[in-house]
Nanobody, 115 residues
């Protein structure tokens, strides 16, 4: 099973930017979907952005215009560029991969937006 490792989180002021990375431990073959989820304290985990191996991407309405998801297939890495961050973006962000019926999760990384 592919292992996923997130990086790039931390503390940022409102209006600031961060770029999260999700590195896969091996090459990913076949049709697959990678996604970013987040979970704020006391709330359920929610979908943030999706990247399909065919090239299409999607971000949810709450982050549209601020977050962008992308991939570097040569590096087996997915990114989440987060701009104009708000306090409500504070959460643990998780990377997810679905390929050939198998689901993998990263360990999660904290993003805190605070002045």
């Amino acid at each position: 099973q592919v292992q996923l490792v997130e990086s790039g989180g931390g503390l940022v002021q409102p209006g600031g930017s961060l770029r999260l990375s999700c590195a896969a431990s091996s090459s990913i073959f076949g049709v697959n979907i990678m996604a970013w989820y987040r979970q704020a304290p006391g709330k359920q985990r929610e979908l943030v952005a999706v990247s399909h191996s065919g090239g299409s991407t999607h971000v949810v309405d709450s982050v549209k215009g601020r977050f962008t998801v992308s991939r570097d297939n040569a590096q087996n890495t997915m990114y989440l560029q987060m701009n104009s961050l708000k306090a409500e973006d504070t959460a643990v962000y998780y990377c997810n991969l679905v390929v050939e019926g198998q689901i993998s999760w990263g360990q999660g990384i904290q993003v805190t937006v605070s002045s």
